[in-house]
Each structure stands twice: as C-alpha cells, then as structure tokens.
C-alpha cells in the first residue's frame, strides 16, 4: 500500500516562497497520477497541481505561473515536489499530497484536479502566507 508523507509548510510573508515535498513509499508500480491539493477550514479540497507517468504537469488557473510541480523517480524512491513562488494570503491552507494509483490513465485535465480520482493520501502539511 502506498504511503506518502508530506513536509516543507511553514510561514511566510507575501511575495515568498515555500517548497513541499512529498515521500511516497510502499508502492509496487509507479501511481498513474500525483498531485498538491489544498483545503482550508469550511471548504472543499482544492486542486493546486498534478502531475502524470510522462512528467507533464497541470495547474490549477489561480496558481500557474507561481507555482511549480515535479517528480523525482528512482529506483527505489518517489518524491513530489511543489515549488510556491510569489505566495499570496489566499495560499493560505492545509496541503495534500496525493496519489492515483488504480487508474484509469486518461483522466482529462479538470479530472486530474479533482480529489474523488485520487485514492491515497497525505497527512497534510500546513502553508500560512501573511500579509
């Protein structure tokens, strides 16, 4: 079973930026899918970015150009990352590493940013931007 462990939140002004990474571990084939989710207190998960087999990313509109996703895979480790650059106070939120790895492999772009398509998850790490 797939077990992923997210770290890398703190605090930070706007105008900052963060890195999360995400350690996936116990895995027998590499997830179809990764990806950053977000969610803050009173409102649905939301998708910040995935992340396919292919290494070819998507963003969520409120976040590209800013924002940074990438997979590290080797033979014996996977790791996801998002680089946050020029962070905003609405970044604020808890996030969520996830995984995809029952398929299928030809989920379209608004799906992959959908939390009901990932099947494993992170304990979450938190992200404060202050202004």
């Known amino acids: 079973q797939v077990h992923l462990v997210e770290s890398g939140g703190g605090s930070v002004q706007a105008g900052g930026s963060l890195r999360l990474s995400c350690a996936a571990s116990?895995?027998?084939?590499?997830?179809?899918?990764m990806a950053w989710f977000r969610q803050v207190p009173g409102k649905g998960r939301e998708g910040v970015a995935s992340i396919d087999r292919s290494n070819i990313p998507r963003y969520a509109d409120s976040v590209k150009g800013r924002f940074t996703i990438s997979k590290d895979s080797s033979k014996n480790s996977l790791s996801l990352y998002l680089q946050m650059n020029s962070l905003k106070p609405e970044d604020t939120a808890e996030y969520y590493c996830?995984?995809?790895?029952?398929?299928?492999?030809?989920?379209?772009?608004?799906?992959?940013?959908?939390?009901?398509?990932?099947?494993?998850w992170g304990q979450g790490t938190q992200v404060t931007v202050s202004s």
């Open positions: 116990g895995y027998t084939r590499s997830p179809y899918y």
């Open positions: 996830a995984a995809n790895t029952r398929g299928p492999s030809n989920l379209d772009d608004d799906q992959l940013l959908h939390y009901s398509n990932y099947n494993t």
